[in-house]
């Protein structure tokens, strides 16, 4: 759902005439943090099934990433929309760390996606996700709102990943109508550090 959102925030931006100027002086604290964490997440993601060692671990591993990543949203929380994003992924952070690392997705909810899905789930594949119980902890804050037609990509996500989305949507709207580099496109001086322009 994170990249749907970058997608229609950049699809947005473009129909509200902004520029992507403003992205070529932005600089973010630990900025080569994000990039590493989603490479991790992916090979674990894809490596999990079939490796007994590293299924044990991913639980851990999820959590350390999703740990690493809140930090690196709070050191940067200055810039717009960075504590809607922040909020969100702590929602699922604490969903994921209640439920020994596994992010809950509700059965009825994922009744939308290829039925091979389910069958995966309960046979404790796709790792990174477990089956929503009536032992499941917050369960409210799992993969419960599922997404389907009209919309072109049919999936499930969280509340934590709809307020992260809105984060993110504010971020680059800003970036690409709203910042000074973006109205005048005088890229030689201003920098964009920090939420600040200096």
């Known amino acids: 759902m994170v990249f749907d959102g970058i997608i229609i925030s950049f699809i947005v931006g473009i129909l509200r005439k902004g ?28 490596l999990q099934n079939d490796s007994e060692f590293l299924g044990k671990l991913s639980g851990s591993i999820y959590i350390i990433v999703y740990i690493i990543g809140l930090l690196f949203l709070f050191l940067n929380r200055s810039n717009p929309g960075f504590i809607l994003i922040f909020v969100g992924v702590f929602l699922n952070f604490i969903v994921m760390v209640l439920n ?3 992010m809950p997705v509700s ?12 069958e995966a789930l ?30 072109p990509r049919t999936q499930i996500i969280s509340i934590g ?25 005088d890229v030689a001086s201003l920098s964009f550090k920090g939420g600040e322009e200096r």
Do not use: C
């Open 100 to 102: 020994g690392g596994r």
């Open 161 to 185: 990943d709809i307020i992260m989305n809105i984060g993110i949507f504010f971020f680059i709207q800003y970036l690409m109508v709203k910042h000074p580099l973006a109205k005048n496109g």
């Open 122 to 151: 309960k046979e404790s594949l796709y790792a990174k996700h477990a089956m929503l119980t009536s032992t499941t902890h917050l369960g409210f804050l799992g993969d419960v709102i599922p997404i389907s037609d009209p919309y």
């Open 19 to 46: 520029n992507l100027r403003a992205f070529s002086q932005l600089k973010l604290k630990w900025g080569w943090v994000f990039p590493l964490l989603l490479i991790v997440q992916l090979a674990v993601f894809m």
């Open 107 to 118: 059965v009825e909810a994922a009744a939308v996606l290829d039925p091979g899905y389910i």
